[in-house]
């Protein structure tokens, strides 16, 4: 049983996997250890990762990334931010997004959702073939700031891949787990704290971590999802890949060149560009930084001078200035101690041995704590379930007097900081039988669950009996003293049951495609090399044992076969180039045959020659009667 653990980014992902030995990030089939996170249409199949991200340029509009950003926005709410991006897209099924591209020569649409499970099928393949075992339950790495539905729509595209999470892990959880694990050398005297700030790619994440030995404690979360070195590559210019070699360059040098060719015509430009000039380019964006820093810190009760140390991890961090404006307000240097871009899957993968039955590790306590209130609101007011930074796994029983049959409002209580782009409203849940009578008054108690995956459910309700209504009592049975309600599961769903049947479906197609192409490919490649070579050997070792017409007729063969290749079969099945590979073999074969056999011949004849000579040797030393009877 494979121990996996994923970090999806909004540039790159990166896969480990927990083994006896330790924990090992895979190598991908470029041999990388992060794969862009990328999904590109061609005409005919699919492209993931570096391959995906290879083809963009030709492909752009069909050329999907940053898909992580999409999942679980609201279309109206991020619409400005879409006509940024190269692909069409649309408001799709409870005003969520749909992307529209052209695929297979027809105009298609997908959800967030099912790019999505495309790149974790992809990611679950190349594992597969690395550790060479079948890879199903793992642990993958999200965002705090997810909400309700983005946690249920990386479930669902999970479901797609035939993966199955056993938790969804705050990427801030996994650091700290990665960190603290395995370290030896905390107090005796009371928790060790640590602020961890993760500038990725598109996002800003704070989190303050109590350690002690063999148990650790998140003891606040802080964000921005707008804070990335994404919007500090958008400073320079919109062309990402020149600004994020300039951006890397910079970090270790004072100065670098910048060079666009043809940024419009033929016209290109080149200059330099010094580490202050782009840092004061940056200074509305590096005043943030400490922002998120700032509020951590307020919410764990903690002062600077408290923290044990400040680690500094993600893609942006690198960044000179982002370390020196860090150092001036926590007075003390941040340090990098973990690897920047793996320690979200190795924490991921730590987690998923801790919970898989293939591995034995050190007991290691962790208390996660979440992001948000979790409110249901009524017209009494709000009644509060999780305060903000509750423990989790968590559960509340909670009384409701009225119908025994009603709805559950579930709700974030939405915070000055609450991410744009997403709804705070968690679900609706319906409790009851379907057919009550409106005079009916009980008292029913229900549970409400915030899960390891931090998604709300509603599940354990029962009306007590000292409040039932006659009709009810007539219910219950012996002496039971409750009496169980139905309950519905969320019904804002993120994806119905019929629409993710039809994308497990759709995914099964579009892969069969893609296996099709390639041994189509394969089988090309091989008709290619077997042309190439026949015309070798029948200008070299095979020409003298081939009469002039079979000459004749092979190189006419040859030649019509190859002008094939390059001029029409762009279009043909693997069958077609099965048959053409064996109307050339069936051509060869005589000439190849009287080869062999002539081959044959002569290392037979060799073969006796050597046996007659050594036979011949040993007469030699026999009596002069003996030898002439020889």
Not at 122 to 130: F, G, I, R, W, Y
Not at 387 to 393: A, E, I, L, V
Not at 604 to 616: D, F, G, K, N, V
Request: charge should be negative.
């Amino acid at each position: 049983m494979s121990v996996i653990g994923f970090d999806i980014g909004n540039e790159s992902c990166v896969i480990a996997a927990a083994k006896r030995g330790g924990v090992d990030v895979l190598l991908n089939n470029e041999t990388k250890r992060e794969t862009p996170a990328v999904v590109s249409f061609g005409e005919k199949q699919r492209f993931f990762g570096a391959a995906g991200a290879a083809f963009a340029m030709a492909n752009l509009k069909s050329t999907i990334s940053q898909i992580k950003r999409l999942i679980g926005k609201v279309y109206k709410e991020v619409e400005e931010e879409l006509k940024l991006l190269p692909f069409m897209t649309s408001e799709g099924p409870r005003g969520g997004i749909l992307i529209e591209l052209e695929y297979l020569k027809k105009k298609r649409t997908f959800t967030a959702m099912e790019i999505l499970g495309m790149l974790f099928k992809h990611l679950k393949q190349m594992t597969e073939k690395n550790i060479e075992s079948s890879v199903v339950d793992c642990v993958i790495g999200i965002p705090s700031y997810f909400s309700d539905l983005q946690r249920r729509l990386y479930l669902d595209a999970a479901q797609i891949a035939g993966l199955t999470p056993l938790m969804l892990m705050h990427d801030g959880t996994a650091i700290a787990i990665g960190y603290g694990m395995y370290k030896t050398n905390f107090s005796n005297w009371g928790p060790t704290y640590v602020m961890f700030i993760d500038n990725g790619h598109c996002d800003t994440q704070v989190r303050v971590a109590a350690f002690e030995q063999g148990r650790m404690k998140i003891m606040s979360y802080s964000f921005d999802q707008n804070l990335g070195g994404r919007y500090f590559d958008e400073v320079l210019f919109k062309i990402l890949a020149l600004c994020d070699k300039v951006k890397k360059v910079l970090s270790a040098n004072t100065e670098a060149p910048l060079s666009i060719e043809c940024l419009i015509g033929d016209t290109d430009v080149r200059g330099l560009i010094t580490r202050d000039e782009f840092e004061n380019l940056l200074s509305k964006l590096l005043e943030r930084v400490t922002v998120p820093c700032r509020t951590a810190l307020k919410d764990s009760g903690l002062s600077a001078d408290e923290l044990y140390t400040i680690e500094l991890v993600g893609s942006g961090s690198r960044i000179p200035a982002i370390t020196r404006i860090l150092t001036s307000f926590f007075r003390k240097e941040p340090t990098r101690t973990l690897n920047a871009s793996e320690c979200v899957a190795r924490g991921c993968a730590l987690l998923c041995a801790m919970l898989s039955p293939t591995l034995i590790v050190r007991d290691y306590k962790i208390r996660e704590s979440f992001p948000y209130s979790i409110v249901i609101p009524s017209p009494q007011g709000e009644c509060m379930v999780f305060p903000k930074g509750s423990q989790f796994p968590n559960q509340n029983l909670l009384n409701h007097t009225g119908s025994p049959q009603f709805y559950l409002q579930v709700a974030y209580i939405k915070e000055r900081d609450f991410p744009a782009g997403i709804s705070h409203i968690v679900g609706h849940f319906g409790i009851g039988p379907s057919e009550t009578s409106d005079s009916e008054k009980v008292e029913v108690q229900f549970k409400v669950k915030l899960n390891g995956h931090g998604i709300v459910e509603i599940n354990s309700v029962t009306i007590l009996e000292d409040k039932l209504h006659k009709t009810w009592k007539m219910m219950v049975m012996g002496n039971t003293k409750t009496l169980n309600l139905p309950t519905s599961e969320n019904l804002d769903v993120s994806t119905t049951n019929d629409e993710l049947h039809e994308a497990k479906e759709k995914e099964k197609k579009s892969t069969k495609q893609d296996i099709k192409v390639e041994e189509t490919k394969d089988q090309r490649n091989t008709l290619e090399s077997f042309v190439y070579d026949t015309r070798s050997k029948l200008s070299g070792a095979c020409w003298s044992f081939a009469t002039d017409s079979e000459k004749e007729v092979l190189t006419s063969n040859l030649q019509e076969t190859e002008d094939w290749l390059y001029e029409d079969s762009d279009d043909e099945s693997e069958k077609d180039y099965t048959v053409k590979l064996k109307d050339l073999k069936k051509l060869l074969e005589p000439i190849e045959n009287r080869y062999m056999e002539e081959n044959a011949l002569a290392k037979a004849t060799e073969t006796l020659q050597i046996c007659i000579a050594r036979y011949r040797s040993h007469s030699d030393s026999l009596p002069a009667d003996t030898k002439d009877n020889l």
